[in-house]
Structure formats: C-alpha cells, structure tokens
C-alpha cells in the first residue's frame, strides 16, 4: 500500500510562496496521475492540481496561473509550487494519486500540510 507524506506548508504573508512536497512510499508511484488538494476549515476538499505520468497538468481555475505541480518519479515525490498567495488559499493540503485527471482519488489519506496566508 502505497502512503503519502505531505510537507512544507507555514505561515505565509499574502502575496509571498511555498513549495509543497508529497513523498510516496510504496513502488506504484511513477505508474499513476497525482494530485494536489486541499480542504479549508468549513469547506469541502477540492482539488488544486494533478499531473500525469506524462507530465500533462491541470489546475482547478482559482490557481491557474500562480500554482504549479511537477514531479520527479526517481524520489517518489510531487510538488506544488505556490506563488502570489492570498487568504483564500489556506487551508490544509494532501497528496493523492488517481487513474488520471478527472477521476477521483484512491489512496490513503495523509496527514496534509497547513498553509495558513495571513499578515
């Protein structure tokens, strides 16, 4: 079984970044879409970013433009790179993979990582 650990979240001032990093156990990895969700106190978890194995992305339109995922299937890990940062982004961030984008997730659930975008 393939598990998820995300990092690199904090306290960022509007307008600032942050790299996410997701590190996956397991030996599928490389075989799977990732992706990149989040879930802000009172709201539903939505997606933010997925990636294929191919490297095709797609971003949900409230990030496009200041958000991008990458990946690196040697370490096992998928980033998110945030950029202009405003309020409305924090909230708690997870990693999951599913068969490709559109479709939904199918792994564990991590731990997430906070972002909280305050001044």
């Known amino acids: 079984q393939v598990q998820f650990v995300e990092s690199g979240g904090g306290l960022v001032q509007p307008g600032g970044s942050l790299t996410l990093s997701c590190a996956a156990s397991g030996t599928i990895f490389s075989i799977y879409t990732m992706n990149w969700y989040r879930q802000a106190p009172g709201k539903q978890r939505e997606m933010v970013a997925a990636?294929?194995?191919?490297?095709?992305?797609n971003y949900a339109d409230s990030v496009k433009g200041r958000f991008t995922i990458s990946r690196d299937n040697a370490k096992k890990t998928v980033y998110l790179q945030m950029t202009s940062l405003n309020p409305e982004d924090t909230a708690v961030y997870y990693c999951n993979p599913s068969m490709t984008i559109g479709t939904p997730p199918f792994g564990s659930w991590g731990q997430g990582t906070q972002v909280t975008v305050s001044s």
């Open positions: 990636i294929t194995i191919e490297g095709r992305t």
